[in-house]
């Protein structure tokens, strides 16, 4: 049994020394020195008792072992390239979907502007509305499950960032005082 998991950086370490033929290329590429290249492929060497290169002088051969890892190895940076780059963009609001909670008469709180801006600002962002009273967007705002919201007060906004969009005066009209 392997007491470590292959790791990211020892797969980028790996993928590097073989397109270089070197550590030093390697590490130049990766900005690492070459001893941290040399390393982390000793390190995945020595975890699956395989010799991935053979090392003459300065340059490096791929063995059989560290051929069948090559192609492998391409396409775990590959993924977890992908997972980086959309986390990133989900995180820096530039791809993904934003969810928004919405309370179910907010066409009356100009949300259609609110949804426009937004979509201006971030244009590779998606935008999907959630029609739900003021307390089940504040709860799910909190939990995670939305992004945002547009609720009326009061309503429970701890641990909330809140920010008054507009206030609405609402009055009570009678015939008789």
């Given at each position: 049994m392997l007491s470590r998991p292959i790791t990211g950086a020892q797969l980028r370490a790996f993928l590097a020394a073989a397109r270089c033929g070197s550590f030093t290329a390697a590490g130049a590429e990766l900005n690492l020195t070459q001893a941290s290249v040399s390393e982390l492929v000793r390190r995945l060497e020595q975890e699956y008792r395989l010799v991935l290169f053979v090392r003459r002088g300065r340059t490096l051969t791929l063995t059989s072992a560290g051929e069948l890892l090559r192609p492998i190895a391409e396409r775990a940076a590959s993924a977890l390239d992908h997972a980086d780059q959309s986390l990133r963009a989900f995180g820096g609001l530039t791809g993904g979907t934003a969810t928004f909670g919405v309370m179910r008469n907010a066409e009356y709180y100009l949300l259609s502007d609110l949804a426009q801006?937004?979509?201006?600002?971030?244009?590779?962002?998606?935008?999907?509305?959630?029609?739900?009273?003021?307390?089940?967007?504040?709860?799910?705002?909190?939990?995670?499950?939305?992004?945002?919201?547009?609720?009326?007060?009061?309503?429970?906004?701890?641990?909330?960032?809140?920010?008054?969009?507009?206030?609405?005066?609402?009055?009570?009209?009678?015939?008789?005082?």
């Open positions: 801006t937004f979509h201006e600002r971030y244009p590779g962002v998606q935008i999907r509305l959630i029609g739900q009273n003021s307390v089940d967007v504040a709860a799910a705002v909190t939990d995670g499950t939305l992004e945002a919201g547009v609720v009326v007060l009061p309503v429970d906004v701890t641990g909330l960032d809140v920010r008054p969009l507009i206030r609405d005066e609402v009055v009570l009209v009678t015939r008789v005082p």
